[in-house]
């Protein structure tokens, strides 16, 4: 059962415009959610989250937006630059349990 | 410490061969998650452990796979008598709270 599904594979953009990653889930009990990125060969690693209480987080140049009642997240990157160019993955958990991973959308920015 | 370790970082083994993959997670995170990636995948969840018990196993983890954490520190995860489909990337991830630190992965292939 795939509870956590990120539609769009690649997202290719130019440096310095926004990259807009988007990402579903089913599960309406979710009650947090992350975005990883990941480099080839490595691990992923942790970017940014919002609890389910929130719509809306920012760091830096990242924000993720939560509408609950459409069950979407999606993650803004703003400006986009070269070394963002990497796999990101959203990731949901409930009450601290295992987390639910999407597939993945692969992006590139081009300088 | 710098963060999750992961032990060996690839591993290429024939098919029916034991193997084990050794965490260690970043120390006092007292919940260690393993899980599985497959090329064009997320990490898929197959156990966790909250200390030196064990509380939850995926419907992936065949009884192949055992998974220990002795002491409440490191993870072992073994395979016994691998098969071609046990190719994947073996993800270690700690947490304190609500954020999982991932290691680098342990990549296995069977031949």
């Known amino acids: 059962d795939q509870q956590v599904k990120q539609n769009s594979p690649s997202l290719s953009v130019q440096e310095g415009r926004i990259s807009i990653l988007n990402c579903d889930y089913t599960n309406s009990m979710f009650d947090y959610f992350l975005w990883y990125k990941k480099y080839p060969a490595e691990g992923p690693t942790f970017l940014i989250s919002i609890s389910s209480i929130k719509d809306k987080n920012e760091d830096g140049r990242f924000t993720v937006f939560l509408n609950k009642s459409a069950k979407h997240l999606s993650l803004h990157i703003v400006p986009s630059q070269p070394g963002d160019s990497a796999v990101y993955f959203c990731?949901?958990?409930?009450?601290?349990?295992?987390?639910?991973f999407g597939a993945g959308t692969r992006l590139t920015v081009k300088p | 410490d710098t963060g999750v370790s992961q032990d060996p970082r690839h591993k290429i083994t024939k098919r029916g061969q034991n193997v084990t993959f050794r965490c260690d997670p970043i120390?006092?995170?007292?919940?260690l998650y393993w899980y599985r990636q497959t090329l064009g995948q997320g990490p898929e969840f197959l156990t966790y452990f909250q200390n030196e018990a064990q509380l939850e196993k995926s419907r992936l983890l065949s009884d192949r796979f055992s998974a220990e954490r002795p002491k409440g520190s490191f993870s072992t995860l073994e395979i016994q008598r691998t098969e071609q489909g046990d190719s994947a990337m073996y993800l270690c991830?700690?947490?304190?709270?609500?954020?999982?630190?991932f290691g680098p992965g342990t990549r296995l292939t069977v031949l």
């Open positions: 991830a700690s947490r304190p709270g609500d954020t999982q630190y």
């Open positions: 990731a949901a958990t409930l009450n601290n349990n295992d987390m639910r």
């Open positions: 120390s006092e995170h007292n919940r």
